[in-house]
């Protein structure tokens, strides 16, 4: 009886050894359990490893659970001065600093009202105001490179890549492999607590993504999201206003192709603040095994959108010869930023395309290609 165990030992990270150096910007990935979200807590301090040691150098600002620390029954003012002291602030520093904090939340017709009063987005707004006027060293991020919704996304976004081109450290959480792509210096797998690979970003989300596709289960692609609506977006936003897509003169979202004849064209409007620069477009093509076979986007070809006066404007996107093979595959369409990182909106699976082909070529795309003797 001595010697019974009432309990499973479990290692959430194990021999993870790991330096992230100065004004770096690390992504980390991994499935639901891998360790991720354990690791970012022990950078900042919230748990403390069982082994091993951890180190960390300069003030560090989470971006986890935005607001945990709040007191319901204080004020705004009240969870102000106690988050930000938490942070490591002094009361000096805080005086300085709290008109800008309060400014930033857009909560300052409710900053004496106890923060129980809240709505979720104002709780948000005021939380992420607070630990991001710390002007930290280490800013750690799960999941979302913005917060809130419309105008403050775009405000708090902004705030983020200001740190990031100050040349602050960064921690980035993400499932969203186009992120770990664009934003990071280096990326980080994380495998059931251990460390499966840590290179260049472009060689940890090719590696991973087949690692998801190789026990991948695909359903049903639905059509999500673009609530096309008219008239000028708020402040601070830009959405999509209209998609259509054509093939070989026809105009529909199920459209039948042929492989290395038929011409797609590809046409997003927008409605934008004119405020902003011009948005950029995404967009992705999906095989119907979930696999994202190619896409373009105009922040990387370096093309600009023409906008109007009141921010309106349309972009196409044109192939002059589908070389996608045979097989159903959907169109994903995005709005992003100037700098394709903050989404504007999208339209997920909006456009099913049937290719047939002659001949008898494998594969999702033709290559083009040539033969000779010798």
Known sequence: MLGRRYYREFWALRDLGLEVAPGEVLGIVGRNGAGKSTLLQLVCGTLTPSSGSIRTRGRVAALLELGAGFNPEFSGRENVYMAASILGLT?????????????????RDFIEQPVRTYSSGMYVRLAFSVATCVDPDILVIDEALSVGDGEFARKSFDRIMALKDAGKTILFCSHAM?????????????????????????????????????????????????????GTPPAGTAR??????????????????RSGESALEITMRFASDPALPAPSIGVGVIHSS?????????????????????????????????????????????????????????????????????????????????????
Not at 91 to 107: K, M
Not at 294 to 302: I, K, L, P, Q, V
């Open 91 to 107: 009361g000096a520093q805080i005086d300085e600093r709290y008109q800008d904090i309060v400014e930033f939340s857009g909560v």
């Open 178 to 230: 186009y992120y770990i792509e664009a934003m990071c210096t280096r990326a980080l797998w994380l495998r059931e607590g251990r460390a499966e690979m840590v290179d260049a970003p472009g060689r940890v989300v090719a590696a991973y993504g087949a690692f998801l596709e190789s026990g991948q289960v695909q359903g049903e692609a639905t059509p999500q999201g673009m609530a096309a609506a008219p």
């Open 240 to 257: 999509i206003t209209g998609i259509e897509v054509r093939a070989d003169g026809r105009v529909g979202t199920r459209l039948e192709l």
């Open 290 to 374: 979930g696999i994202v076979v190619a896409s373009a986007g105009s922040f990387n070809d370096g093309f600009t959108i023409a906008r109007d006066a009141r921010g309106n404007g349309e972009a196409t996107l044109a192939f002059a010869s589908l070389l996608l093979l045979k097989g159903e595959y959907t169109l994903n369409l995005f709005l992003f930023c100037e700098r394709a990182l903050h989404m504007y909106d999208y339209a997920l699976h909006y456009a099913r395309l049937e290719v047939s082909q002659q001949g008898l070529e494998q594969g999702l795309v033709s290559l083009p290609h040539r033969w000779r003797d010798g």
